[in-house]
């Protein structure tokens, strides 16, 4: 079946550029989201991006997105303690959000 | 503010016991959603609604029941059936249930077995 894979753990400075990767397996994907969870909450979506784009820049934010290797990418410039959380990525193909398939969350750790 | 409120933050349940975790929604959204977070994996899709008095199973719908009799309101009810219900449970909803649309989350319950 579709399967969406992140590492699950990842540590860097206070002020340095974040990269969460992530792969997916459904080519047919429509949309592509990253989720943020901060500790003891729900998810919140940070931005997605369709499956025919190539960038996407959000202030700090920058995803990239491979279609070719089903390679998706979250940069954090500037990486400050407040982004310290669990990134979600997520993939939907289909019509149905119920279809949306989650990734299994890399945990951002900042480093002082 | 509008958005999506779980209750309890914390549920223990003893042995054989049902326990029913609440969300309540005023964001007028059509659909909604219960999602199982276990540590190190992804969300899984317990049961959703995309209009009131129907639901339909997701992916690990055993053990679990729903019941959607208002708009605003998804209860999830956690049976005896569900031999390890230790989780993290996420309420969310969409506007009405396309895949373009943005899932809003409640802040979830923690069950966990005594």
């Known amino acids: 079946g579709e399967d969406v894979e992140q590492s699950l753990f990842l540590s860097v400075r206070e002020g340095d550029s974040s990269v969460i990767n992530c792969t997916y397996t459904?080519?047919?994907?429509?949309?592509l989201y990253w989720y943020k969870q901060e500790p003891g909450a729900g998810l919140q979506l940070l931005t997605y991006i369709f499956s025919n784009m190539d960038m996407k820049q959000d202030q700090r934010l920058t995803v990239l997105l491979n279609k070719k290797d089903k390679h998706l990418s979250l940069r954090i410039a500037d990486t400050q303690t407040g982004d310290s959380a669990i990134y979600f990525c997520?993939?939907?193909?289909?019509?149905?959000?119920?279809?949306?398939?989650f990734g299994s969350g890399t945990r951002l750790s900042i480093r002082p | 503010d509008g958005g999506i409120t779980q209750s309890p933050k914390y549920l223990f349940r003893k042995e054989g016991q049902n326990v029913t975790l609440s969300c309540e929604q005023n964001?007028?959204?059509?659909?909604m959603y219960w999602y199982r977070q276990d540590p190190g994996q992804g969300l899984r899709l317990i049961y959703y609604?995309?209009?009131?008095?129907?639901?339909q199973k997701g992916d690990i719908a055993e053990g679990y029941s729903v019941s959607r009799e208002k708009k605003e309101s998804f209860p999830l009810t956690v049976t005896s059936a569900q031999k390890n219900p230790t989780a993290f449970y996420l309420c969310?909803?969409?506007?009405?249930?396309?895949?373009?649309?943005?899932?809003?989350f409640g802040s979830g319950t923690q069950l966990s077995v005594l």
């Open positions: 609604s995309q209009i009131v008095n129907d639901f």
């Open positions: 969310a909803s969409t506007r009405s249930g396309q895949v373009n649309e943005k899932l809003f």
């Open positions: 459904d080519s047919s994907s429509t949309y």
């Open positions: 964001l007028n959204h059509d659909a």
């Open positions: 997520a993939e939907g193909a289909y019509s149905s959000a119920s279809k949306i398939i």
